[in-house]
């Protein structure tokens, strides 16, 4: 594990990693137009979730590379990749197990957020937040699942719209869980400074 904190915490490891996750941000942004276009204003912020995390995590590592922390969006980073990242990676998964012709794109889907998830928890050591931050993200993430399946704002997956209210359940709970593991994860541990040569 120390060879793997030794790699991150170089700075072209941290470039690498921003313009990977600039680009996967880009991307995600421009897979919601679709759904964007017909959202109602008040929810936008709310409707491109992945993206919109690996959003938070681009603040992150520019604060690492000014060898600063960002807490608020190291907090708002970490809770959402986890988040999004293995929610995509569920749906995705159901997706597959429910259609005949999985397009390649799923493939590259499941894989891309499940590695959403890992960077997020393989940089927890050098995050720096307090309990007060994370209180925002849980703020966050918990009032974006009353947007996405009480307002209907939720990722459209046209194959899964009938357990809509199963996934909403799951995904209150998904929520809950991330906040604990995020709490175990850098509020229960000494934090390491991210020393860049």
Known sequence: MRWIQYLLATRYMLVLILIINFLGTV?????YIPQLVETPAIFLAFVPDSPTASFFFLFVLLAFLMKRNAPYFEALALVTLIKYGLWA???NIFVLLSVDD???EGYMLIGSHFAMAVQAVLFAPYYRFKMRHLVVAGIWILHNDVIDYVFGMM????MLSAYTNEIGYVTFWLSIAVLLVSYYLVLS???IKLELP
């Open 27 to 31: 991307y995600g942004y421009y897979w």
């Open 89 to 91: 990676v569920g749906m």
């Open 102 to 104: 999985f397009p390649w």
């Open 155 to 158: 990722p459209r997956y046209s």
């Open 189 to 191: 541990k000494k934090s």
